[in-house]
């Protein structure tokens, strides 16, 4: 045997030592060619700071952004170079207000006010939850186009089971952050299946959150919108709803309160009926929205005095003369705690009282300028919000009250509104570049309960990013490296080049980077296609569910065909609820709401609701059936058969040992 002395041994081993080290640090420290993402001499705007950097390195990994510094020389190694040195860095665009499913109905209403334009809802119910899921995951891609990473998406189109829980995964698929929207009045379950419901959904969501939209208060009964309420304290949950949209929501809540009081107003508790009668001492506005926007604009320029010129004595008279209320829901939200934190969707006609009560409990707007535009609901007090310290955030609204999903025209419009409205050049100046960036970026994060994830270029934050091209004529001249004022007033979806949503590269070179888009825009023409088409031939809910915790509803119209079977599978007895909403939102009927909301609500709606309990054995079937071209439903057990002259409604097919309540 072959002797090996000492000091060769001694060499092995610190050989195999120094190989040994080597590998651990490259396994812990995780060297800079580990990185995922670079973008190298690239000017940064930081929101946060309000400030300029040029000639800056990003270094993004695992979804983070992990450095933001001067750029070294040689370059950081990384996998995927990207070179900015004629780009501009901007935070991932917040959009606080989408309904992404309304890419179906583009310019279906464009002359309309919102309480006729509402009649694009109807091309809801004809989406399949397979269309459904591509006409999101469709809008979600052109909102990245122009360089929006997270939005909060209203999905009011929740007629059906699972339609909710569709918007989230799409929005997943297609790298999305931020919020959906749980929308109460459509959804045609029991209050405590809604809870749970909500309960998997949030469950199932990450890194999405779920909200609750409880509807407004101009559009459904007090109670109903409470059910909401209760639903969203029980589980803790993030609330956002449209509030004072136009004028004629003013005239119609005043309304909706003064029948509610009449019918009900004797059971109410004390500061409950109180805080209703209230409503009833203003003064009702007038039919006409031009007369309304005349006595606002006359607050203004009184709350304005002195500045960009003084009143007269005589001036101020005559406008005082003109200044009303308005009657708002407001101070009932404000009675019923829901305003701590809130969002506030448009808040285009508050009154000067309700400013105080958003400072007083932190609730924040998102400001949709040009859905108010088109429309016609108004302008928004924006300069004022932003006087008074109430966050102003950025949305675009659906596409069917807009035709678009685009940041930089939300931007421009939002101050060109402004100057117009004001007709104040001093006060107009108010809202700076930096401001209007912020409602679309950090203020947005704000208002979405984000900052801490996205919003601006922060290391730790989300890599949400997007990079301007300024070789562009659109972004030229671009000579001043301290000009701000050039993103908002000449940058458009042009100008995009590239856009990273949590990490993940998902738009290059103004291209979604992994779909094609042309066949995107196809695939969305034959979804629509369908969708108009189905209004004539109907829809056809065709299928066969087990009883066991069955829980199943949809929407139907005319046109529409149903063969629908129900079959006990199982060992043990069971019963089955069959029940007719009675009304377009399902959600508002009473049998449906909490007993915690009847309580302190009462109601009795004068819907046509309507509900068969079957009592079911092991493998009897029950059969729910109708033609098409009409309302007459067959609904047929082992033991008793049921006739029904409905009408455009909710079915709700529910294994009724899930009700605890009620």
């Known amino acids: 045997m072959r002797r090996i002395d000492i000091n060769s041994l001694i060499h092995i081993i610190l050989n195999i030592l120094a190989v040994m080290t080597l590998i651990l640090a ?11 993402i670079g973008i190298r001499n690239v000017t940064v705007y930081d929101v946060d700071a309000t400030e300029i950097l040029v000639n800056q390195e990003i270094l993004i990994s695992n979804g983070t952004i992990i450095a933001i510094q001067s750029q070294p020389q040689p370059p950081t190694p990384v996998k ?6 004629t780009m501009l860095a901007l935070p991932g665009f917040v959009n606080t207000h989408t309904h992404l499913w309304q890419h179906i109905a583009r310019s279906f209403e464009p002359a309309a006010i919102l309480q006729d334009w509402i009649r694009i809802y109807r091309y809801a119910h004809y989406l399949t939850l397979e269309e459904l899921y591509r006409v999101t995951y469709i809008a979600a891609k052109q909102a990245q186009l122009s360089g929006i990473t997270t939005v909060s998406d209203f999905a009011s189109v929740n007629f059906q089971s699972n339609a909710t829980a569709t918007t989230v995964q799409a929005l997943k698929q297609a790298n999305m952050g931020g919020h959906v929207i749980w929308w109460h009045p459509a959804s045609f379950l029991p209050s405590n299946l809604r809870q749970r419901a909500i309960e998997e959904l949030r469950a199932n969501a990450a890194p999405l959150d779920i909200v609750m939209g409880f509807g407004p208060l101009s559009f459904y009964d007090i109670p109903a919108v409470y059910d909401g309420i209760v639903v ?4 803790d949950m993030s609330m956002s709803e449209h509030t004072m949209e136009n004028p004629e929501e003013a005239r119609s809540y005043q309304s909706r309160v003064a029948e509610y009081l009449a019918r009900y107003g004797s059971q109410l508790q004390t500061t409950d009926r109180a805080i209703l009668e209230e ?12 007369v309304v926007k005349l006595r606002r604009f006359a607050s203004q320029m009184i709350s304005h005095d002195g500045i960009g010129g003084t009143l007269t004595p005589e001036e101020k008279s005559m ?16 009675h019923l705690n829901v305003l701590q934190g809130f969002l506030a969707i448009h808040s285009v006609w508050l009154n000067r009282a309700d400013f105080d009560t958003y400072i007083n409990r932190g609730t924040m707007v998102s400001h949709n300028p040009e859905s108010n535009m088109y429309l016609s609901s108004g302008a928004a007090p924006i300069t004022d919000y932003g006087q008074k310290g109430i966050l102003v955030s950025l949305g675009t609204d659906g596409v069917a009250s807009n035709d678009r999903i685009d940041a930089f025209t939300a931007m421009r419009n939002m101050v060109n509104l402004q100057k117009v409205y004001n007709m104040n050049a001093t006060l107009s100046a108010e809202i700076t570049p930096w401001e209007i960036l912020e409602t679309a970026t950090i203020n947005g994060a704000k208002a979405l309960g984000m900052a801490a994830e996205t919003g601006s270029l922060v290391v730790g934050k989300e890599a949400d990013i997007v990079l301007l091209n300024t070789n562009f004529i659109s972004l030229s001249p671009y000579v001043d490296q301290g000009d701000i004022a050039i993103i908002i007033n000449s940058a458009s979806v042009r100008d995009v080049d590239t856009v990273i949503s949590n990490g993940t590269l998902v738009v290059s070179n103004g291209r979604l980077a992994e779909r094609n888009e042309a066949a995107l825009a196809q695939e969305l023409d034959q979804i629509v296609t369908n969708v108009v088409a189905r209004q004539e031939t109907g ?3 065709s299928e066969n569910y087990s009883l066991s915790s069955l829980k199943q509803y949809a929407s139907v119209r005319r046109a529409d065909t149903i063969f629908l079977n129900v079959t006990n599978e199982g060992t043990n ?12 939102f399902g959600g508002t009927t009473a049998s449906m709401l909490s007993t915690t909301a009847l309580s302190r609500f009462p109601y009795i709606d004068n819907s046509d609701y309507a509900a068969y309990i079957f009592t079911m054995e092991p493998g009897s079937t029950v059969s729910v059936n109708k033609q098409a071209g009409g309302y007459s439903y067959n609904i047929s057990g082992p033991d008793e058969s049921h006739s029904r002259t409905g009408r455009a409604e909710q079915i709700l097919l529910l294994d009724a040992n899930l009700i605890t309540e009620h």
Request: aromatic share 8%.
């Open 319 to 334: 406008l005082q003369d003109l200044e009303q209320d308005l009657p708002t829901m407001i101070p009932f939200l404000d």
């Open 80 to 85: 995927t170079a990207i070179d900015g040195a």
């Open 539 to 541: 829809k056809i809910w």
């Open 26 to 36: 490259v396994s812990v420290y995780k060297p800079a060619f580990t990185q995922e």
């Open 279 to 290: 409503v009833g001492r203003i003064p009702t506005p007038s039919d006409l929205d031009g």
């Open 573 to 584: 007895q069971g019963r089955l609820l069959v029940a007719f909403s009675g009304d377009t």
């Open 232 to 235: 969203a304290d029980a589980l």
